[in-house]
């Protein structure tokens, strides 16, 4: 998803030429494949996107998975960079490395001061340890590798799996089939309640090409050698409930909306504090429902190549 909105902000410029690899093309667990992609390319600069991703019913169910496969994909690739000296590269993380009952909204220096929330922990390590991977190779070899943390991401080419998917894909599929089948109730997991913070796709892609073209002076005087990331969001949030009434609307479906608090809620609030990147010269253009208005456009027009 974002790889590819990365791209539609890159592929009319002129003084860009864009490599890419899909995964059936370039395996990114694998040390010797990512090296020898590297070798051949010649590249120059790298938009590290590639990531395992899911929901909370993956993250629970697939926690070995999600540290494996995101620590040695971050290994290969930042490794490999290096080791062909590309000096420019940027790491995309997750608003989930920070602490559970962090302070909110959550600004960069809440990083590493509490307990992860449980059902994401492997994933959010995985993430942590990609933001020291870059500030280590920046110390010790004078790399400028950065990083931005977005927040809760939604758009073109999300996963709207069923089962596996994040809260905005998954609930837009289950809304829009239970408009089709007439239902009279759409059940979302947990009470509602949660705070959560939403950013379009494409204004995630603008943010991460803003940021590594910052000239290094500016980045370095708004960064720490330590403390490097940079949080990447609306700077506003709504409650899950909010949410699921404003997708209801977009998608048309006028039944009832159900909550069920049996299952897990996640964490109680997660909103960034994008001071540091608004104070850089950049901050949001779309709204939720805008967003999510284009997004089912989407939906509907790809629908056939979902997953079942």
Same mark, same amino acid.
């Given at each position: =998803?974002?790889?590819?909105?990365?791209?539609?902000?890159?592929?009319?410029?002129?003084d860009? +030429?864009?490599?890419?690899?899909?995964?059936?093309?370039?395996?990114?667990?694998?040390?010797? @494949?990512?090296?020898?992609?590297? +070798?051949q390319?010649?590249?120059?600069?790298?938009? !590290?996107?590639?990531?395992?991703?899911?929901?909370?019913?993956?993250?629970?169910?697939?926690?070995?998975?999600?540290?494996?496969?995101n !620590?040695?994909?971050?290994?290969?690739?930042?490794?490999?960079?290096?080791?062909h000296? #590309?000096?420019?590269?940027?790491?995309?993380?997750?608003?989930?490395?920070?602490?559970?009952?962090?302070?909110?909204?959550?600004?960069?220096?809440?990083?590493?001061?509490?307990?992860?929330?449980?059902?994401? $922990?492997?994933?959010?390590?995985?993430?942590?340890?990609?933001?020291?991977?870059?500030?280590?190779?920046?110390?010790?070899?004078?790399r400028?590798?950065?990083?931005?943390?977005?927040?809760?991401?939604?758009?073109?080419?999300?996963?709207?799996?069923?089962?596996?998917?994040? #809260?905005?894909? @998954?609930?837009?599929?289950?809304?829009? *089939?239970?408009?089709?089948?007439?239902?009279?109730?759409?059940?979302?997991?947990?009470?509602?309640?949660?705070?959560?913070?939403?950013?379009? #796709?494409?204004?995630?892609?603008?943010?991460?090409?803003?940021?590594m *073209?910052?000239?290094?002076?500016?980045y370095?005087?708004?960064?720490?050698? =330590?403390?490097?990331?940079?949080?990447?969001? &609306?700077?506003?949030?709504?409650?899950?409930? +909010?949410?699921?009434?404003?997708?209801?609307?977009?998608?048309?479906?006028?039944?009832?909306?159900?909550?069920?608090s049996?299952?897990?809620?996640?964490?109680?609030?997660?909103?960034?504090?994008?001071?540091? !990147?608004?104070?850089?010269?950049?901050?949001?253009?779309?709204?939720? $429902?805008?967003?999510? &208005?284009?997004?089912?456009?989407?939906? !509907?027009?790809?629908?056939?190549n979902?997953?079942?």
């Amino acid at each position: =998803m974002v790889g590819s909105a990365i791209i539609r902000q890159l592929q009319n410029r002129n003084d860009i +030429e864009l490599i890419t690899k899909s995964r059936h093309e370039l395996d990114l667990t694998s040390q010797m @494949a990512v090296d020898s992609f590297f +070798e051949q390319s010649k590249i120059d600069e790298v938009y !590290l996107a590639a990531a395992k991703v899911g929901g909370i019913h993956a993250n629970n169910t697939y926690p070995a998975d999600f540290i494996y496969e995101n !620590l040695i994909m971050e290994c290969n690739i930042i490794h490999s960079a290096h080791k062909h000296n #590309v000096q420019h590269l940027l790491f995309l993380g997750s608003s989930c490395i920070y602490p559970k009952l962090a302070a909110q909204p959550m600004s960069e220096d809440a990083l590493l001061t509490g307990i992860l929330e449980s059902t994401n $922990e492997p994933y959010a390590v995985a993430k942590i340890a990609g933001i020291k991977l870059c500030e280590s190779y920046n110390r010790q070899y004078g790399r400028d590798y950065r990083s931005v943390m977005p927040t809760n991401l939604y758009g073109e080419n999300d996963n709207f799996h069923p089962e596996n998917s994040h #809260v905005i894909p @998954a609930l837009m599929r289950r809304f829009h *089939e239970a408009k089709l089948n007439n239902d009279e109730e759409v059940v979302v997991w947990g009470t509602g309640t949660p705070m959560r913070e939403f950013l379009y #796709v494409d204004d995630m892609a603008a943010a991460s090409v803003h940021v590594m *073209e910052l000239n290094k002076e500016t980045y370095q005087a708004n960064t720490q050698p =330590m403390l490097s990331h940079i949080n990447v969001g &609306t700077g506003i949030d709504c409650t899950i409930r +909010e949410m699921a009434e404003t997708m209801a609307n977009v998608v048309g479906f006028t039944g009832d909306v159900i909550f069920d608090s049996s299952k897990p809620d996640g964490t109680p609030r997660k909103l960034m504090d994008v001071s540091r !990147l608004n104070s850089m010269g950049w901050s949001y253009s779309v709204n939720l $429902e805008e967003g999510l &208005t284009q997004t089912y456009q989407w939906f !509907l027009q790809n629908q056939q190549n979902f997953r079942k």
